[in-house]
Nanobody, 121 residues
Framework: QVHLVESGGGLVQPGGSLRLSCAAS????????AAWYRQAPGKERELVAT???????NYADSVKGRFAISSDNAKKTVYLQMNSLKPEDTAVYYC???????????????WGKGTLVTVSS
């Protein structure tokens, strides 16, 4: 089994910063990539940022230049540094990992339970 634990959400004023973390543990042979998604109230879940096992990153247009995704492979942890936060960034943020549990396993997607980010004055 694989477990993902997110942390770092909370209330922040517009223009502020937060850093989200997502640590993976359990039966992990390899991690192919990771991503952060978010879901605002009444809206569909959307992709925020991705990172490959080689470190290549990609971002939604709405967060480019403000958010940065990174990973610590030794700690099996992915981060999302969020700067210049706006009220429209308010959402539940979910981490997603592409993991192979065994050398012979197929790659599966695993999700964290989500952490709430609220941007408000």
């Amino acid at each position: 089994q694989v477990h993902l634990v997110e942390s770092g959400g909370g209330l922040v004023q517009p223009g502020g910063s937060l850093r989200l973390s997502c640590a993976a543990s359990g039966s992990i042979f390899s991690i192919n990539g990771a991503a952060w998604y978010r879901q605002a109230p009444g809206k569909e879940r959307e992709l925020v940022a991705t990172i490959t096992s080689g470190g290549s990153t990609n971002y939604a247009d709405s967060v480019k230049g403000r958010f940065a995704i990174s990973s610590d492979n030794a700690k099996k942890t992915v981060y999302l540094q969020m700067n210049s936060l706006k009220p429209e960034d308010t959402a539940v943020y979910y981490c997603n990992y592409e993991i192979r549990e065994r050398s012979w396993s197929t790659t599966e997607n695993y999700w964290g339970k989500g952490t709430l980010v609220t941007v408000s004055s």
